[in-house]
C-alpha cells in the first residue's frame, strides 16, 4: 500500500498547477492533504467526486482558510475529525484532523497550527500540541496498522532544518516544540522518513519562497509520516519527491509504501 500525505497550499491553486497529472505518476491508494482551502463545490467533478476514490472532505468553518481532505482508492470510512481540546467552542473548526480507516490501516490527516503570526497563536499552538500527544495515545495504541500524517509544522532535529543556530527562535523550531516531538517519539511514534534515510541532512519537505531557498535547498522537514508498532513492522521505503511536487506547491509530498 502506497500512502502520500501533502500541504498543497491551496487545492484549488495546486489543481491548475497540475496537480491531477503528477497524482497519477505517483499512485498512491491513500491520498492526504492538507491546507485545501477549498469547498467541493468549488472544485471540478472528478475532484469533488473522482470516479473510483473514496473521498472525505473536512474544510475550515472559515472560507478560503486551512482544511484536510483524504482521498482514497480503498474503501473509506470516516472515524473522527479533530482532537480532544477545550481551546475552541466547537469541535476541531479550523479543519485540522480527520482519521478514516481503510481496510485494516488508519489514517490521521493531520494539519497542526502555525505559531509564527503573532504570540496568541504561538499559545493556542502550544496547548494544541500537548492536547494532541494525549489524544494520540489512543491511535498509537490500535490493535492494527496506525499512521499520523501530516503537516506538524515543528522540525524535530538539526537535520530537519537547513539552518538550526539562525532558527533557535523561531516557530516551529523552539527548544519546546521539539521537546514535545522527542515525547512524541518516547510515546511510541515511529519517523519512517527518518529512519529510511538515517542520520543525515534533510530531506526536507518545506522551501521558503524568498531567500532562493528552493534553489538553495534551503528547506525545513515538518510533513511526516509517523506509525504505530503494527504499521511500522509492514515499512518498506519512503521518500520525498521534491521535483516535480515544488511545481505544485511549496511542500514536496512524502511517500510511504507498506507490505501486506
Given at each position: 500500500m502506497r500512502v502520500v500525505t501533502w500541504n498543497l497550499?491551496?487545492?484549488?491553486?495546486?489543481?491548475?498547477?497540475?496537480?491531477t497529472s503528477f497524482l497519477d505518476r505517483i499512485n498512491a491508494d491513500?491520498?492526504?492533504?492538507?491546507e485545501t482551502r477549498a469547498l467541493p463545490e468549488q472544485m471540478p467533478a472528478d475532484w469533488s467526486e473522482p470516479e473510483g476514490h473514496d473521498?472525505?472532505?473536512h474544510p475550515a468553518k472559515k472560507k478560503?482558510?486551512?482544511g484536510v481532505?483524504?482521498?482514497?482508492?480503498?474503501?473509506?470510512?470516516?472515524?473522527e475529525r479533530g482532537i480532544d481540546t477545550e481551546l475552541d467552542s466547537e469541535r476541531d473548526p479550523e479543519g485540522?484532523?480527520?482519521?478514516?480507516?481503510?481496510?485494516?490501516?488508519?489514517?490521521?490527516?493531520?494539519?497542526?497550527?502555525n505559531g509564527s503570526s503573532r504570540v496568541e497563536r504561538q499559545k493556542y499552538k502550544d496547548q494544541w500540541l500537548?492536547?494532541?500527544?494525549?489524544?494520540?495515545i489512543k491511535y498509537l495504541n490500535y490493535s492494527g496498522p496506525a499512521l499520523l500524517c501530516g503537516d506538524l509544522n515543528v522540525a524535530h532535529t538539526e537535520n530537519d532544518i537547513w539552518d538550526p543556530r539562525g532558527n533557535r527562535k523561531t516557530s516551529g523550531f523552539l527548544d519546546h516544540e521539539r521537546n514535545w516531538f522527542d515525547r512524541l517519539l518516547d510515546l511510541g511514534w515511529r519517523d519512517l522518513?527518518?529512519?529510511?534515510?538515517?542520520?543525515?541532512?534533510?530531506?526536507?519537505?518545506?522551501?521558503?519562497?524568498?531567500?532562493?531557498?528552493?534553489?538553495?535547498?534551503?528547506?525545513?522537514?515538518?510533513d511526516y509520516i509517523l506509525a504505530n508498532r503494527a504499521a511500522s513492522s509492514m515499512f518498506e521505503t519512503a521518500e520525498i519527491i521534491r521535483e516535480g511536487g515544488l511545481v505544485i506547491s511549496d511542500h514536496a509530498p512524502v511517500v510511504v509504501d507498506f507490505h501486506d
Open positions: 497550499n491551496g487545492l484549488r491553486a495546486a489543481h491548475k498547477k497540475g496537480l491513500v491520498l492526504l492533504f492538507q473521498v472525505i472532505w478560503g482558510y486551512s481532505m483524504t482521498c482514497s482508492k480503498i474503501n473509506a470510512e470516516e472515524i485540522r484532523v480527520l482519521v478514516t480507516k481503510h481496510s485494516n490501516f488508519l489514517c490521521i490527516n493531520m494539519y497542526l497550527p500537548e492536547d494532541m500527544l494525549s489524544w494520540s522518513v527518518r529512519e529510511h534515510y538515517g542520520d543525515t541532512k534533510g530531506p526536507y519537505s518545506w522551501w521558503s519562497n524568498r531567500g532562493r531557498a528552493r534553489e538553495l535547498n534551503r528547506g525545513w522537514r515538518i
